[in-house]
């Protein structure tokens, strides 16, 4: 299974875990599939008031779409066809409180799901990085949803930055994208914790408040993901080139190291 998902039903806790570590827990259309329908299952799961979401491992949270996916497109400039936009919470109207939980890396398509979370505790190993533009793509989506989460200049530099730069989990944490930064392999246990409290008060008053805060900057964020389409139609490259540019840094290791801020 792309997915587990363990419930503590004492504490009243879900620990949804992204579980494909030998593809650093890439996402398919099948764990896509799956996470849009673990999340509307929950919305019915009165034993569960609160979710811890992390990856398997320690290597990576989640690197976004995996690139051997085949994603049929319409023909149209017009319509683009997007399976990550159906894979956080709050796409599937999952008003629970969500923590993400990050250990390793979380880059490109992860940012759907750290933006469809309240909050996001870190290891001290942790990094965020947004690999769109090296590969000849529009980072819209995901610069989008870090938008509502850290600060304008923040997103740019790191849209823009690519692979060259990624951010640690203490600059993650002085600008705002991460609220706490554990020891090495401990933001699971940590977020487990968090949301045990926010499991224990009443849920009513806590699913409340997630709407509040949530409607908070949703007027925003819908006037933006609408201008995304036409923007990703205009500005990717052909997915042939977007397949050389990936195989030829991975052909070359990478390339320089990515700076680490």
């Not at 008003?95 to 750290?114: D, H, Q």
Request: proline share 6%; aromatic share 6%; with cysteine.
């Amino acid at each position: 299974m792309a997915l587990r998902i363990e419930r503590d039903a004492e504490r009243g806790v879900a620990l949804v875990v992204l579980d494909r570590p030998t593809r650093l827990n890439a996402i398919d259309l099948q764990m896509a599939d799956g996470l849009s329908s673990v999340w509307r299952e929950l919305r019915y799961d009165v034993s569960v008031r609160a979710v811890v979401l992390t990856g398997a491992g320690t290597r990576a949270f989640c690197t976004g779409i995996d690139r051997d996916t085949k994603v049929p497109q319409p023909p149209s400039p017009y319509a683009i066809d997007d399976p990550l936009l159906r894979i956080g919470p709050k796409a599937n109207d999952l008003w629970k409180p969500v923590v993400a939980a990050v250990e390793g890396m979380a880059c490109g398509g992860a940012f759907y799901l750290l933006g469809e979370a309240e909050f996001v505790i870190a290891s001290s190993e942790a990094t965020f990085f947004d690999p769109h533009t090296t590969y000849g793509m529009v980072s819209a989506y995901e610069a989008i949803a870090m938008a509502q989460r850290m600060p304008f200049g923040e997103v740019a530099r790191m849209a823009l930055m690519g692979t060259a730069e990624r951010v640690g989990a203490e600059r993650a944490y002085a600008i705002g994208l991460v609220s706490e930064v554990t020891e090495p392999g401990g933001a699971v246990a940590a977020a487990l914790r968090t949301a045990a409290v926010i499991a224990g008060y009443p849920t009513d008053a806590v699913q409340g408040t997630v709407r509040a805060v949530w409607s908070a900057k949703e007027a925003a964020r819908t006037q933006a993901m609408a201008q995304a389409p036409a923007l990703i139609a205009l500005g990717n490259l052909g997915p042939e080139r977007q397949a050389e540019l990936f195989a030829g840094r991975r052909d070359a290791g990478g390339g320089e190291a990515p700076r680490v801020r």
